[in-house]
């Protein structure tokens, strides 16, 4: 498609439960990219894929989360067992290719509540 | 690590220019960005600069640079109703395309 498309748009989620997220990058673009926003409105980046494979994955917190994006199919991100800390906004974003001269175009976030 | 900085508020009257300010750290930042949220929506990129330049101008935006103090802004001139919105800068440099963003600034534009 021509926007990059995030489902669902609200998740709520009981402490220790799983929360999967997806994201549709723009067709003919290569790199996914995973931001999460905290309530005060900052980003934090999260992981980038170069088509299926990870291209950085410095941000991810080394337990309960993961993600993917295989072929032919939204990519996904997985938080195992979530914590409030884990309430927050998960944009998506996807760009042609990895340079600083390829815009990054976010998708409208799934807003993530854990009780 | 990268720290990007800016204040959290702004009020401007319609019609008046608006100055968003933001500082960084990481000298080896290569492009600026300035994106917009509106609320409930994701990030719109408005414009970037190359760490080579000191100005750029599209239409109502101005993005100045100054290097040495690692300081970027943001001018939106006319300012209207429409540009109500959190304005955040971001960094990105060669070998971490990752963007690191500031803490966003709240403009809010009074009638």
């Known amino acids: 498609g021509e926007e990059v498309a995030q489902t669902p748009k609200h998740l709520v989620r009981g402490e220790g439960q799983k929360a999967k997220l997806y994201c549709a990058p723009i067709?003919?673009?290569?790199?996914v990219f995973w931001y999460q926003q905290v309530l005060k409105n900052e980003f934090k980046f999260l992981i980038s894929f170069q088509n299926e494979n990870v291209f950085d994955e410095t941000g991810m917190p080394k337990e309960r989360f993961s993600a993917k994006c295989l072929p032919n199919s939204p990519c996904s991100l997985e938080i195992q067992a979530t914590k409030l800390e884990d309430s927050a906004v998960y944009f998506c974003?996807?760009?042609?290719?990895?340079?600083?001269?390829?815009?990054?175009?976010f998708g409208p976030g799934t807003r993530l509540t854990v009780l | 690590g990268e720290d990007v900085e800016q204040s959290l508020f702004l009020s401007v009257r319609e019609g008046d220019s608006s100055v968003i300010n933001c500082t960084y750290t990481d000298s080896s930042s290569t492009y600026l960005y300035w994106y917009k949220q509106e609320p409930g929506a994701g990030l719109q990129l408005l414009t970037y600069?190359?760490?080579?330049?000191d100005m750029k101008q599209d239409q109502r935006l101005t993005v100045l640079l100054n290097k040495k103090d690692k300081h970027l802004s943001l001018r939106i001139a006319d300012t209207q109703t429409g540009d109500s919105a959190i304005y955040f800068c971001a960094e990105a440099n060669f070998g971490n395309e990752k963007l690191t963003f500031g803490t966003g600034t709240r403009l809010t534009i009074i009638p």
């Open positions: 974003a996807s760009s042609h290719a990895a340079g600083l001269f390829d815009e990054q175009f």
């Open positions: 067709k003919g673009h290569s790199y």
């Open positions: 600069i190359f760490s080579n330049m």
